[in-house]
């Protein structure tokens, strides 16, 4: 679970036989269109983590979705007509009516209880501290005002969070882990995409680093702190390979991983983890 480059991560694990969850591909919830729009993929894409520990409480039953609780987009998706309805806490999850985002909502929750509750071992992806909160109830949305088809708009506001944000939040999902399962290993890993803008006032660049930085420092710290809590080197790999080594890292976007350096990457972490975990 975790950014864009925990996608990278699933899609080699499934190459390489491994049961990866949650698994949402056969996931159907009513009309053939919220069917496309459920198996998008991104559903588990959680760039930040704050919506991360939200869906373990949510998982655990710590806290329940109001039935009203769902964005109206302001503009067709996908190429289909109309505004849709928008479920604010996971990328992409879209349906044409108000019973199709409660069904679709239903169906991702037991997927990702499911996946959580039979994983053995969990891999979580920190990628950014940018995030967006509902001004009605403080929680923290999966996505920016711009990448939301206009859903919600006008009902976020931007936060800075800081090191003691994420720490408290990756160290209450580590005890919540412990707590159902106190013998399961976590291993953590910093996304090496660096942003693609920032809504914060520094340079990108800038914020490039401190978001990485602070990601990469709080690891450091769970590891120290908790048994069974591991640090994956993802982020260091990008930087030293490229750097040390001469190996290009990036795509031409200069921010995607190449899938050659995807794989090398998990042939260490299986090296590492696959038979001692």
Request: hydrophobic share 35%.
């Amino acid at each position: 679970m975790g950014s864009c480059f925990a996608l990278e991560i699933q899609k080699v694990l499934r190459e390489k036989g491994r049961a990866v969850y949650p698994e949402t591909t056969a996931l159907r919830a009513g009309s053939q269109e919220a069917d496309e729009l459920v198996t998008s993929g991104l559903e588990s894409v959680h760039f930040n983590t704050f919506t991360m520990l939200q869906e373990f409480e949510k998982a655990f039953g710590l806290w329940r979705q109001d039935p009203d609780d769902f964005w109206l987009t302001k503009r067709g998706l996908g190429g289909r007509r109309g505004a849709h309805f928008q479920d604010p806490y996971r990328r992409k999850v879209y349906a044409p009516s108000k019973e199709g985002i409660l069904a679709l909502t239903a169906v991702l929750d037991e997927a990702i209880r499911k996946g959580i509750v039979e994983s053995d071992l969990y891999i979580l992806t920190m990628g950014l501290t940018e995030v967006w909160k509902k001004k009605d109830n403080g929680r923290v949305a999966c996505t920016s005002i711009s990448d939301s088809g206009g859903g919600g708009k006008d009902q976020l506001t931007f936060y800075q969070s800081g090191f003691a944000d994420n720490y408290a939040n990756m160290k209450k999902i580590i005890e919540l882990i412990r707590e159902q399962f106190p013998s399961r290993h976590v291993v953590l890993t910093v996304s090496p995409v660096p942003l693609n803008r920032t809504f914060s006032k520094d340079d990108v660049f800038t914020a490039t680093v401190e978001n990485k930085a602070v990601l990469r420092a709080l690891a450091g710290q769970l590891v120290r702190e908790f048994e069974n809590v591991h640090y994956f080197p993802s982020y260091e790999f990008c930087q030293l390979l490229e750097r040390f080594y001469g190996q290009r890292v990036f795509e031409s976007d200069g921010r995607h991983v190449r899938r050659p350096v995807v794989n090398r990457i998990m042939e260490s972490f299986l090296n590492t983890y696959a038979a001692s975990h």
